[in-house]
């Protein structure tokens, strides 16, 4: 059988706003972390036109007002922008009217920026709130990457899922909205990023060549087990900008690139073709039975 693999490459291009936001600092030190995210966006584009891949940033409004000329450049190149808050809000910690505010500011800055509002979306903190799946069909979004139902096959979002410790699962209804799925094994923040807070510690900085075995151990699944899917990496400038990171990176890259039926592609390219595919109004009334197309 011949293979059919689609890598989307995605940077979460957060910089400073995540020490903001979610470390809720003020110190030059730890904004500085945001700040070196400039070094690996130059470093990253120049990486991804070498090998002629064209990705997806899921970009903070506040990111694009502090690195217009990164941002501009990542346009310029073809890549994809995608919405990530305005400055890496959770959406789970939000009134209706707040998140909309948000949500609507960062569509704005975006639309300056590529001149049409963004296609995508990444939750800043890996959460909705209960209000968050309505919003992004009433403006517009093809799809999110922000759940891990599946990993390897997109499926359309579920609104009004209801869970609780004395009633059966309540798996919502479908919704418009593709789903092409997150997982933290395939995202470099976890894996890399020492953080310290008053949550705890995360350890990070591990051997980028573990990192390479769980994330071509993925991969390996993906082209021999299934042979057709979507491969979806997510990543941060200020992370995997790091010299010995993106050197692990770049062999990654090359692997992928010597498999035969595999291509490289932007999320929001992809999901086009995969709703084509995949109509909405023939899936929606074979779920919650059957999640995946
Ligand atoms: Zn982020």
């Known amino acids: 059988m011949s293979k059919d693999i689609t890598v989307c490459l995605s940077y979460d291009f957060d910089a400073m706003s995540v020490w903001i936001a979610n470390f809720r600092t003020a110190s030059p030190n730890a904004l500085s972390r945001g700040e070196f995210g400039q070094v690996g966006a130059q470093r990253l584009l120049a990486l991804l036109a070498e090998y002629d891949i064209k990705s997806t940033w899921f970009v903070p409004g506040h990111t694009i007002e502090a690195f217009p000329v990164e941002c501009q450049r990542l346009v310029a190149e073809g890549h994809e922008v995608g919405h990530h808050g305005y400055c890496h809000e959770n959406p789970a910690r939000l009134e209706l009217e707040k998140e909309q505010a948000i949500l609507e500011r960062g569509i704005a800055l975006i639309k300056d920026l590529t001149g049409r509002a963004p296609r995508g979306y990444r939750s800043p903190a890996g959460s909705f709130s209960a209000n968050t799946l309505r919003l992004l069909s009433d403006h ?7 759940m891990l139902g599946n990993d390897f096959t997109p499926y359309y979002c579920r609104d009004g899922i209801k869970a609780s410790i004395d009633a059966p699962y309540d798996f919502g209804k479908a919704v418009e909205l593709v789903e092409m799925p997150f997982s933290w094994n395939l995202d470099d923040f976890p894996f890399f990023e020492y953080t310290s807070s008053r949550r705890g510690i995360s350890p990070g ?4 060549a573990r990192v390479y075995d769980v994330w071509a151990g993925d991969f390996e699944y993906l082209y021999t087990k299934m042979g057709k899917g979507v491969f979806i ?4 400038p200020q992370v995997i900008g790091r010299g ?7 062999r990654f890259l090359q692997d992928l690139k010597s498999h035969e039926g595999v291509r490289f592609s932007t999320m929001s390219d992809f999901v086009q073709r995969w709703k084509a595919e995949h109509p909405f109004r023939e899936i929606a009334p074979r779920l919650p039975v059957s999640l995946q197309s």
């Open 244 to 250: 010995h990171r993106l050197l692990m990176l770049e």
């Open 140 to 146: 517009g979004f093809l799809y999110d990457s922000s």
């Open 205 to 208: 900085l591990a051997d980028p």
């Open 233 to 236: 990496l997510t990543m941060h």
